[in-house]
Structure formats: structure tokens, C-alpha cells
């Protein structure tokens, strides 16, 4: 379609804007320099960029145009070449007949400023700076470098034609407005705090700030345009207004901005050692007197190998731990007979009935595949016809008749593995791994959301806690997290050895020091990661490989150290934000005193420092010091 000149207006451009990309083939480069521009199709603003080869071109190829059910025409055959990290849109369509465009590089992107819905702006110590753009549909575009500045002079050519209202919540994050909005006549319900008709856990993830904050700073922009006394200008806060965010000559329009809570110094913490002492905190007649204590000590140092077959039963519950050496013999017994009828019900399967049972088909299908490649250079599950494997197999298999709507799902294999080899033994493994699956189950679920939920609040761990390492992830188009799914979902089982693993799943199983401690061993093994990351020209594709890479490299002990370190560093923050208690369990709310966040926190600090003290008498290092 031909371009008219008086079609198009161009109203800005800057040159020296970098789009770095996660391209999978070779031979595209990873940095893109190119121009920013704002223009008027037809008297539409948008704002494009294009790469510095293709200047002269007056349209992209790739456009982000309004919402399904606003017109346009379904591209379905659309195919960019590559796997994007973020969604651009769910549907790319061609754009309406009075916005020509021609045929362009695929990594172009035109925005019509009515579709803009913020911005959020970072600069890293290192002298790094981007902007990141998000769409009413709720979609990252992929970040802006602006390796020359200049985004002072981008900020005020937007000014022209969108409201840009900086959140109240995060100094680095503008939502864009139209100037013409009538706030008096808008409803509550009209604001879409955290709608905007896309998955709001979608978004979280994509774009965390922009999602939580938006809506809130909805609410502010609403007030302060309804409160606005009469003749007052109705555009925004300019860069003359004192109210307006100080910007250096160096690069305007960027700072330093450290969105957090001033975090104290880090302590330093001491592993304490294995629990290997038993008998002695058992009465009489079995019961076990102390069961805080033990968890304690194997919150500090695990459990000695002789022990574990007989504590992990009460870790996970198959033991309750007020019950007599009696009652154990009579659960074992009724625990055994449940077993072997679950386990009946498929093996008295013929294969007649399988062949009309697809969904046990598959069960069976899956296990048997992810059984013969299942810890197999450990000796309890090397080797043919290894008994090993058809123990694993089997408890597999009656576990889809204990939980059919769950059945199995590829990665319990790696949960089991560990607890056969400790129990040796096919019931006891078994009701060990419903007592794990207890834990993690929501994990496998197919909708995913409890692992979305994982990422984001990692995310907002690791905000608080390294700012700009998370601006470098999310320039990297790595913000979402999504390397340490695999961690996750199996509680690091790929990443450490074998006999690391046994000791990082009782110590998780213990229940201390707060909620969520997984997570701060996710923080702990990423800030050891940091200098590589971030001082390295690493992008999406070379992070994903790092952390892959990072398998069976990790010193158990000392990512133990760094996640109590965290916890003990921020439960000391006197203003540590609400989410992060959330995250850690160390918020309820509560009227008693009981309940506070200061008593819970207190409480498990005190249950920590006892075997803390323990551990540092035997050794010279001095540990932390629990308030």
C-alpha cells in the first residue's frame, strides 16, 4: 500500500537506542542499535523503532494495535522467526487502512500512544540504561537502551499528546494517560484497577510493577485530577515543576533510584551439625519429647545418614510425633493394608480394560519413561531389571490410584528416588511421598498458577533485596525468573548432588526458620551469581545457560549460610514492606498480641538462637546475634 507524505508527520527521533534481543540464531546480532521516533499516522501518534538499517523506511513490520474487537484484520499465518522470552501480543494484526505500512525488520515495533499504558525507567550503576514500555493489553515490549541519553527529551515530545503521572509506590514507574480524560465522570469500575482484559498473573509475571502498582496509582491520578481546582492546567507535572523527579545533565531523565527499604548489614551464620542423637529425646514409651528441638537441630545441620530412615517418617508425617512406640506398630500395619489395596486396583487392571482407560494408559506411559532415566548413576537404581527401578515404578503407579485427579506428573520421580533409597522400603517410601506431595502438589497442577506464584514472590524477594540485580534481569528480557522454574518445582533436586539434596529436603522439611525458605535458598544461590551476571554481556539465552550450568557446581553449605543470612537481615529491617512478611509468613493478621508479625518473627528467632548457640560453641566462628 502506498505511503502519502502528508500522512505522515514526524514529531521526534533520537538515534542511539539499543534494543537488546534473546534471538536463538547465530547469526543475528544480540544488540541492535536504532531509532526511537514519535510520529502521526493520519493524525494518530505512535511511537516506533526501528533498527539504524533501516532509516529511511517511514513504517515497521511488527505492530501492537488496539485490542481485539476494535478492528484490524487477524494476521494467523504470522511467524516472526524466533522464540520470544515475552509475549507481544496474542494476535499480530495488520493495521487499519489509513495507517499504511511497509514491510520492515522483524525486531521493529510501532506503538499508537492511545495503547501505551506505562513506562518504567532504570539505570544501572554500571551506566546502563532502559526504559521498558507496556501495553493496555498488559505486554512488556522489549527494553530500550538508550546508550546516548535522551529520554528527557522522549519524556517531553509524550508530554504532547499523553499524560504521563509518575506512581506514588515506585519512582521508576510512569502510567500514561490521555490529556482528555474527564476523572469526574469516571466510575471506580471504569478504572480496571488490575483489569485490563489480559491474565492478571500473566501480567504479574511479564511486568510485576507495572501490575501492582498501576492500580494503584490509577486511584491517586483519579483524585488528583477530580481535586484539581478549576482553570488549573490540566497537564501533568512538567520537568520545571519542583514536584517533578531531579534529573542529571549527565543522562536526564534517569537516577538511581532505590525503590526499597534501607536494608542493615548481613550477619554472619554458622551451620550447626547432624542431628545424631535419638533415643535420648524419645520417653518411655516412645513419644518424642521435644519435637521443636529436633526440628531445630535439623534446621542447623540435618540429620547423620543412620538416622534418616526413622526421622524423615515424622518430617513428613507419616509418624505423628506424640505417638507411642504402640501406636507406630498399629499405624505401620493399617498404613500397609491401605497401601496394597491402592496398589491391587491397577495391578488387577487387564490390558483389555487399559485400552479403554486412556488417562491410566498415560500415567503409565509417563512413569515407566521417566522411571529409566531416574537418579540412575546412584547404585539403588543403576543397572537392567534393577529391583530399585520396579519399586520406584510401582509406588509411582499406586500413587496415581492414592491421588487420581493429580496421577503423575514428570518430576515426581525426582521426589521419590531420594525417599526410596533412605526408606528402602516400598510402603514406607510411599507414605513419606504423599506426606512431601503434601508440600509441593499445587506445584504440579496443570493450571501452573502455584508456580507463577513462586516466581513472583521470588521476584519480590529479590527486589528488596538487590534492586538493580533485578533492573539487569529485567533489561535482559529475564525479569519473569522463569530459569529458576526447574528449581522450584523440584526443590533444587538437579542442581546438587545426591547426598546434598538429602540434607537440603530435611532441612526445608523442618518448617523453619519461616515460611517459603525455598525461596531464600533461590535469592542465596542468585546473588552468588551476581557479579557474573551482571558483569558479563550476558543476555536471555546466556543466563538461561548459566544457570543450567550452575548444576552440581553449588557448595550446599554455603547457600545454607546465605539463605539464613537473608531471612536474619531482613526479619531485622525495621520497615520491611508488607509483601515481603506475606511472603515469609511473618505477617498475620491478627488483633491478639500472639499473632503480631514482631511475636512470630521474635518467636522463631528465639527457637533459632538456642541451637544457633549450640552450634557456635563447638566451632570459633561466633554466629548471629537473634534479638
Not at 486511584?219 to 534529573?247: E, I, K, M, W, Y
Request: glycine share 6%; proline share 6%; net charge negative.
Amino acid at each position: 500500500m502506498e505511503q502519502h507524505i502528508e500522512d505522515y508527520k514526524l514529531i521526534f527521533e533520537k538515534e542511539g537506542v539499543y534494543l537488546h534481543t534473546n534471538a536463538k540464531r547465530s547469526n543475528q546480532d544480540t544488540t541492535i542499535p536504532g531509532f526511537i521516533r514519535i510520529v502521526e499516522r493520519a493524525g494518530v501518534p505512535a511511537l516506533e523503532w526501528s533498527p539504524l538499517e533501516d532509516e529511511g523506511r517511514s513504517a515497521p513490520a511488527v505492530l501492537y494495535t488496539k485490542k481485539d474487537g476494535e478492528g484490524g484484520v487477524e494476521e494467523t499465518n504470522y511467524d516472526p522467526g524466533y522464540e520470544p522470552d515475552w509475549a507481544v501480543i496474542s494476535t499480530v494484526k495488520k493495521d487499519r487502512e489509513h495507517v499504511p505500512v511497509k514491510d520492515s525488520d522483524q525486531w521493529s515495533f510501532s506503538l499508537p500512544l492511545s495503547e501505551l499504558y506505562s513506562l518504567r525507567r532504570a539505570r544501572f550503576s554500571l551506566g546502563r540504561n532502559f526504559l521498558v514500555l507496556t501495553s493496555r493489553g498488559g505486554h512488556p515490549l522489549p527494553p530500550l537502551h538508550f546508550h546516548r541519553g535522551g529520554t528527557r527529551e522522549l519524556f517531553r515530545a509524550l508530554q504532547r499528546y499523553i499524560i504521563l503521572d509518575q506512581s506514588p509506590v515506585d519512582g521508576r514507574l510512569f502510567l500514561a494517560y490521555p490529556h482528555d480524560s474527564s476523572a469526574l465522570s469516571q466510575s471506580f469500575d471504569k478504572l480496571q484497577l488490575f483489569d485490563d482484559g489480559s491474565d492478571l498473573v500473566s501480567r504479574f509475571i511479564q511486568d510485576p510493577y507495572a501490575t501492582t502498582f498501576g492500580g494503584f496509582s490509577k486511584v491517586t491520578n483519579f483524585f488528583r485530577v477530580a481535586l484539581r481546582p478549576p482553570g488549573a492546567p490540566a497537564h501533568l507535572r512538567t520537568a520545571q515543576d519542583p514536584s517533578f523527579p531531579t534529573q542529571s545533565d549527565e543522562e536526564p531523565g534517569f537516577e538511581l533510584i532505590n525503590c526499597g527499604v534501607e536494608l542493615g548489614p548481613r550477619p554472619n551464620v554458622t551451620r550447626g551439625h547432624p542431628l545424631d542423637k535419638w533415643d535420648k529425646f524419645m520417653d518411655p514409651e516412645g513419644r518424642v519429647k521435644n519435637p521443636m528441638k529436633i526440628k531445630e537441630l535439623v534446621f542447623r545441620g540435618g540429620v547423620a545418614p543412620s538416622l534418616r530412615k526413622e526421622v524423615w517418617k515424622f518430617l513428613l508425617g507419616f509418624y505423628p510425633w506424640n505417638s507411642t512406640y504402640k501406636e507406630r506398630d498399629d499405624i505401620l500395619r493399617q498404613k500397609t493394608d491401605e497401601y496394597f489395596r491402592m496398589k491391587v486396583q491397577w495391578k488387577s487392571v487387564s490390558e483389555e480394560q487399559e485400552m479403554r482407560n486412556s488417562l491410566l494408559r498415560g500415567y503409565r506411559s509417563l512413569i515407566e519413561r521417566d522411571v529409566s532415566r531416574t537418579d540412575r548413576h546412584n547404585t539403588f537404581f543403576s543397572g537392567n531389571d534393577n529391583p530399585g527401578l520396579t519399586l520406584l515404578n510401582d509406588v509411582l503407579m499406586t500413587y496415581c490410584m492414592f491421588n487420581f485427579d493429580l496421577g503423575y506428573v514428570q518430576g515426581m520421580s525426582d521426589l521419590l528416588s531420594p525417599l526410596l533409597f533412605v526408606t528402602q522400603n516400598e510402603v514406607e517410601s510411599f507414605w513419606c511421598l504423599t506426606g512431601f506431595m503434601e508440600l509441593v502438589h499445587q506445584n504440579f497442577e496443570e493450571s501452573q498458577e502455584a508456580m507463577k506464584k513462586q516466581l513472583l514472590q521470588l521476584s519480590i524477594l529479590l527486589k528488596a533485596l538487590d534492586p538493580e540485580l533485578c533492573d539487569f534481569l529485567d533489561s535482559q528480557d529475564s525479569g519473569s525468573l522463569c530459569f529458576c522454574f526447574r528449581w522450584l518445582l523440584i526443590w533444587f533436586k538437579r542442581e546438587f548432588s545426591f547426598e546434598d539434596i538429602l540434607t537440603m529436603w530435611e532441612v526445608l522439611w523442618s518448617g523453619l526458620p519461616c515460611d517459603n525458605f525455598h525461596l531464600l535458598i533461590a535469592c542465596s544461590i542468585l546473588e552468588s551469581q551476581r557479579g557474573e551476571l551482571i558483569g558479563s554481556d550476558h543476555d536471555f539465552n546466556t543466563i538461561l545457560k548459566h544457570i543450567n550450568e550452575l548444576t552440581m557446581q553449588l557448595d550446599l553449605q554455603t547457600v545454607l549460610r546465605g539463605a539464613e543470612a537473608i531471612y536474619l537481615q531482613l526479619t531485622q529491617c525495621k520497615e520491611l514492606p508488607l509483601k515481603v512478611q506475606q511472603v515469609l509468613g511473618l505477617y498475620i493478621a491478627s488483633s491478639s498480641e500472639e499473632d503480631s508479625p514482631d511475636s512470630q518473627a521474635s518467636e522463631t528467632q528465639r527457637l533459632l538462637v538456642e541451637s544457633q548457640a549450640g552450634a557456635a560453641s563447638s566451632s570459633s566462628a561466633h554466629g548471629p546475634t537473634y534479638p
